[in-house]
């Protein structure tokens, strides 16, 4: 494995902002974090590929509550609302740059 | 004479149900003892002083209709990722800084129907990322043995609280050892149920397929009864475990004796005095009818790895949601790659940041097979090591921690305070439950500190645990314990 990581790439997939310092910290630290968890490599050559032990848990698509008894509630932890919607900046855009 | 330093919930029950004080004085205690010694501490991040009293003149109330639960009126210290319906609750981190839930936990509700007194929300890590609080956005607590030394974590806060008699007990979450590990340095219990006893509805999710709330207390038995109190199924929480009714009944006296140490996996990284101390608690056990064997867990010396892929790539996909759109910080952009980035950029701290980078590299394209998915099939190897060992012995057992608290500022390297979760980890991996109880203590710089013994057992074998653990306590009489 090659113990160069693209942090930049990795943080713009995250959505997360990093300074130039923070950056070239990661750089250090995220391979030396990386180099470490390689460990197991040695070890799955012996453990089989596994398929995940799990299953969807859901509930009958029933008995709905009252409409609006939430939304006060949740929409006051909002950090910008229009009315009864939070409000966002646009996402998709019309035009290409 | 109401004496805190070696009240237990026990002791309390029995006092309260006699009448000897009521909830409200107890619970006036607490609350000048947080503002007398808190400010100095660093437990609590907030003190619900009037919701306290008015819970508890509702718990008195109870009280003397003779309709008390076994928790009516016990005075309790929450962990800042717990929801509590109107109150602030911010993981620790800026991001949540203000934010107030909107509903209550399962756990919250249990509580709330027993009347517990809600005293406050207890210092964490930032999103229980850390073993020491020192990754707080609010500033460290500190140990009340050492307060140049950390109190552990992510649950330092509230091992601190009940270590410090600030409250009777508390609830921490635990995802790699964050109960255990702060209950070992602060000399109190904690335990980590089976994965799935008790409902994570409600608690602001750090690794979903490793969280469990867990109670840290005084005594083995006080833990007993706040554990009765919140398990149970959940139907809101689709791991949650059905049936678990059996869990914590157990036969005092009568339970299986075989107990098996990992030899091979603790021949490296314990301190010396450590090390005699764990010995010397197998020795008293022996004496009181303990049978110690040692038992192959070859994959154990993988946990930490498979656990720092697993946990951060969870982590990642679960902190994904503080976005500055529904709730939380929201740093004002032009446009909404900017609000997410710089929202997350700044509302998070630097440990946060950096599991959140391990956990997208672990999982993106060209590398989740071989890190990701490698890790899920290591669990599984892990796992098997854990249930062919209960073939062979009732419970495992080590030290908690691999030395005692540690100071403010040593384990400065990201990789050596993840060390510090080295038989603490294998645990949720396996997502059996485990106890940690004081046992012993060494001598640092002219300071005793506590140390904790690790009880490991089956799934949803928490009775055996508290069996055992009485045992232990036995061989370590401490004020509080009754004859």
């Not at chain 2, 992510?154 to 409250?167: K, Q």
Request: glycine residues 8%.
């Amino acid at each position: 494995m090659s113990s160069k990581v693209d942090v930049a790439a990795l943080a713009k997939l995250a959505r997360l902002e990093v300074s130039k310092e923070e950056l070239h910290k990661l750089e250090n630290e995220i391979p030396a974090i990386l180099a470490f968890v390689e460990t197991i490599q040695k070890v799955s050559a012996k453990a089989p590929i596994s398929k995940a032990n799990l299953r969807n848990v859901m509930r009958e698509d029933e008995n709905p509550h009252e409409t609006g008894i939430y939304t006060e509630s949740l929409l006051s932890t909002a950090p910008a609302r229009e009315g009864d919607r939070i409000a966002v900046k646009q996402v998709i855009k019309r035009n290409k740059e | 004479m109401l004496d805190i330093k070696t009240l237990t919930i026990a002791g309390a029950r029995r006092d309260l149900d006699a009448k000897k004080y009521s909830s409200l004085e107890l619970t006036k205690v607490y609350l000048s003892e947080i503002e007398k010694r808190d400010t100095e501490s660093h437990s609590f991040l907030e003190v619900f002083k009037d919701s306290a009293l008015a819970e508890a003149k509702a718990a008195d109330e109870r009280i003397y209709r003779d309709e008390s639960a076994p928790l009516t009126g016990i005075p309790i210290a929450i962990k800042d990722n717990i929801l509590i319906e109107g109150r602030v609750v911010s993981a620790g981190s800026k991001i949540l800084e203000n934010y107030i839930a909107s509903y209550d936990s399962i756990c919250t509700e249990k509580l709330k129907s027993q009347n517990v007194v809600f005293l406050g929300r207890t210092n964490m890590d930032e999103f229980a990322m850390g073993s020491s609080t020192e990754n707080s956005a609010f500033g460290p607590s500190k140990n009340p043995h050492d307060t140049a030394r950390t109190p552990g974590g992510s649950s330092g806060g509230s091992a601190a609280a009940v270590a410090g008699n600030l409250a009777l007990a508390a609830l921490g979450s635990d995802t790699g050892g964050s109960v255990r590990q702060p209950a070992a340095f602060c000399g109190v219990v904690g335990l980590k149920p089976t994965y799935g006893a008790v409902s994570r509805f409600g608690l602001i999710a750090m690794g979903s397929s490793l969280d469990q709330i867990g109670p840290l207390t005084k005594t083995v038995e006080d833990s007993r009864l706040l554990f009765e109190a919140i398990r149970g199924y959940d139907p809101n929480d689709s791991t949650s475990l059905e049936n678990n009714a059996k869990s914590g009944k157990v036969i005092d006296g009568n339970h299986g004796r075989r107990l098996g140490v990992p030899r091979a996996f603790l021949k490296e990284g314990i301190q010396p005095d450590v090390l005699q101390n764990f010995e010397k608690t197998l020795s008293a056990l022996e004496k009181a009818g303990y049978e110690i064997q040692d038992v192959e867990m070859p994959n154990l010396a993988h946990s930490l790895a498979v656990y720092y892929i697993v946990m951060p790539a969870e982590a990642s996909t679960n902190l994904a949601r503080f976005d500055g759109i529904r709730y939380g910080l929201s740093v004002p952009a032009d446009n909404i790659e900017d609000t997410y980035r710089k929202t997350r950029g700044i509302g998070f701290g630097q440990e946060v940041r950096r599991r959140i980078l391990v956990g997208t590299f672990v999982l993106s394209a060209g590398y989740a097979d071989a890190y990701y998915r490698k890790a899920r099939a290591v669990r599984e190897i892990i796992k098997a090591d854990f249930m062919n060992a209960f073939n062979s012995v009732d419970a495992i057992v080590t030290p908690t921690t691999p030395g005692p608290a540690f100071k403010f500022g040593e384990k400065s390297d990201p990789l050596s305070m993840y060390l510090e979760d080295i038989f603490t980890v294998p645990v949720n991996l396996a997502g059996v439950p485990a106890i940690s109880v004081p046992a012993g203590s060494v001598l640092r710089e002219k300071v005793m500190l506590p140390l904790g013994f690790q009880i490991i057992g089956k799934p949803e074998d928490e009775g055996l645990l508290f069996s055992i653990g009485k045992d232990v306590e036995r061989a370590y009489p401490a004020p509080w314990r009754t004859a």
